[in-house]
C-alpha cells in the first residue's frame, strides 16, 4: 500500500530565510509526487509534480522539489520566503492503476512566516 | 466560472437533515473526486468516478451517496450524519489518459458542521 510521511507538523520560518519541509513516501512501483498547498478557507493547488526525468523540479511560487528515489523522499525548498507562503503544505503519491487515479496524502506541514 | 466551484461554500445541519453537496468542473475533465479533509486527520479519498463511472469507493458510510450525473457535475448527497461527519469536503477533478496519471485540481471545499 502506499503511504507519505510529512515529519514536521508545523514549521516556523523568518520572512527571507530559506525553508525545506520534508516528505518521505512508500510505493511499490515509481511514483508519482506532488505538492500541494492550501490558504486558509480554500482548496489545494498544485505547486509542482514529478512523473519521471529530471530529479529536481521547478514549480510555481520559486518552490521546488528533489526526487531521491535512494532516500524515498521527495523534499519541498523555497530559498526566500515571502509573509504569502504561510500556509499548509501536502505532499502526495499516487500512481495509476485499477483503481484509476488514487493520490495518497500526507499529515501536512503547517508553516508560520515570522516578520 | 473557471476551475472546480463547490456550492455550498458553508453548511450547518442537523443529524436528521437531508442535504447535497455540489460541484462543478469546467476544465474538460473525465475523472471527478469527493475529498473529506478533518482536522489532524490526512486527507480522505472518499469517492473516484471516472467516465461517469464509480471506481473507488473507500469504505464510507452509507449516509454518504455520490452521484455523477455527467461529466462536469458530482453530488454528495447526505443523511442521517453524526457530528463527526464535520469536515471541509474537497472535490477534485482530472483528465484521466491510459497507463498515466492526470494531475488534480481542487475546489474551494464545503465546510459542513453537524450539529
Known amino acids: 500500500a502506499q503511504s507519505v510521511t510529512q515529519p514536521d507538523i508545523h514549521i516556523t520560518v523568518s520572512e527571507g530565510a530559506s525553508l525545506e519541509l520534508r516528505c518521505n513516501y512508500s510505493?511499490?512501483?515509481?511514483?508519482?509526487l506532488f505538492w500541494y498547498v492550501q490558504s486558509p478557507g480554500q482548496g489545494l493547488q498544485l505547486l509542482l509534480k514529478y512523473f519521471s526525468g529530471d530529479t529536481l523540479v521547478q514549480g510555481i511560487k520559486g518552490f521546488e522539489a528533489e526526487f531521491k528515489r535512494s532516500q524515498s523522499s521527495f523534499n519541498l525548498r523555497k530559498p526566500s520566503v515571502h509573509w504569502s507562503d504561510a500556509a499548509e503544505y501536502f505532499c502526495a503519491v499516487g500512481g495509476y492503476g485499477a483503481a484509476g487515479n488514487k493520490l495518497t496524502f500526507g499529515g501536512g506541514t503547517r508553516v508560520l512566516v515570522k516578520p | 466560472e473557471t476551475g472546480v466551484t463547490q456550492t455550498p461554500r458553508h453548511l450547518v445541519m442537523g443529524m436528521t437533515n437531508k442535504k447535497s453537496l455540489k460541484c462543478e468542473q469546467h476544465l474538460g475533465h473525465n475523472a471527478m473526486y469527493w475529498y473529506k479533509q478533518s482536522a489532524k486527520k490526512p486527507l480522505e479519498l472518499m469517492f473516484v468516478?471516472?467516465?461517469?463511472?464509480?471506481?473507488e469507493n473507500n469504505s464510507v458510510p452509507s449516509r454518504f451517496s455520490p452521484e455523477c450525473p455527467n461529466s462536469s457535475h458530482l453530488f454528495l448527497h447526505l443523511h442521517t450524519l453524526q457530528p463527526e461527519d464535520s469536515a471541509l469536503y474537497l472535490c477534485a477533478s482530472s483528465q484521466e489518459r491510459q497507463l498515466t496519471l492526470g494531475e488534480q485540481f481542487f475546489g474551494p471545499g464545503t465546510r459542513l458542521t453537524v450539529l
Open positions: 468516478y471516472s467516465l461517469e463511472e464509480r471506481v
Open positions: 510505493y511499490g512501483a515509481t511514483p508519482y
